[in-house]
C-alpha cells in the first residue's frame, strides 16, 4: 500500500523552528517528485516548498524563503521541511505529497492536480 505519513508538527512560540518529516511506505521516493503544502485556518491550501526527483531542485513560495528548507534523503525514503524562524501566519496543517509526473517543483507547488500521493497532514501552530 502506497502511503505517506507527516511527523514533527507540534506548538512553537514565534521565532521557533521544527523538523517536519514525511516518510513513504510502499513506494521508493527516488523517483518522485514531493511537495510540502500547508491549509491555515479558513484558507486554501498553498504549497510551500517543493523539490523534485533526481535533480533535486528546489521552489519555495514567497512568504517562506528564507526560513524554510526542503530536502530528501532518499536512503530513508523520506523528505522533510525545515521550518524556521515560524510566524503565527504559519500555522496550519502541513501536508506532503509526491507526484511520479516530471514537472518543475514550481509547478508542482501551484498545481495540486499534479499530485498523485497525499499525506493526512500534522498539524503546526505557533503561538505565544
Known amino acids: 500500500q502506497l502511503q505517506l505519513v507527516e511527523s514533527g508538527g507540534g506548538l512553537v512560540q514565534p521565532g521557533g523552528s521544527l523538523r517536519l518529516s514525511c516518510a513513504a511506505s510502499?513506494?521508493?521516493?527516488?523517483?518522485?517528485?514531493i511537495g510540502w503544502f500547508r491549509q491555515a485556518p479558513g484558507k486554501e491550501r498553498e504549497g510551500v516548498a517543493c523539490i523534485t526527483g533526481f535533480e533535486e531542485t528546489t521552489y519555495y513560495t514567497e512568504s517562506v524563503k528564507g526560513r524554510f528548507t526542503i530536502s530528501r534523503d532518499n536512503e530513508k525514503n523520506t523528505v522533510y521541511l525545515q521550518v524556521n524562524s515560524l510566524k503565527p501566519e504559519d500555522t496550519g496543517v502541513y501536508y506532503c505529497a509526491a507526484t511520479h509526473i516530471t514537472t518543475s517543483p514550481q509547478k508542482m507547488c501551484l498545481h495540486e492536480a499534479l499530485l498523485d500521493y497525499w499525506g493526512q497532514g500534522t498539524q503546526v501552530t505557533v503561538s505565544s
Open positions: 510502499g513506494f521508493t521516493l527516488d523517483y518522485y517528485g
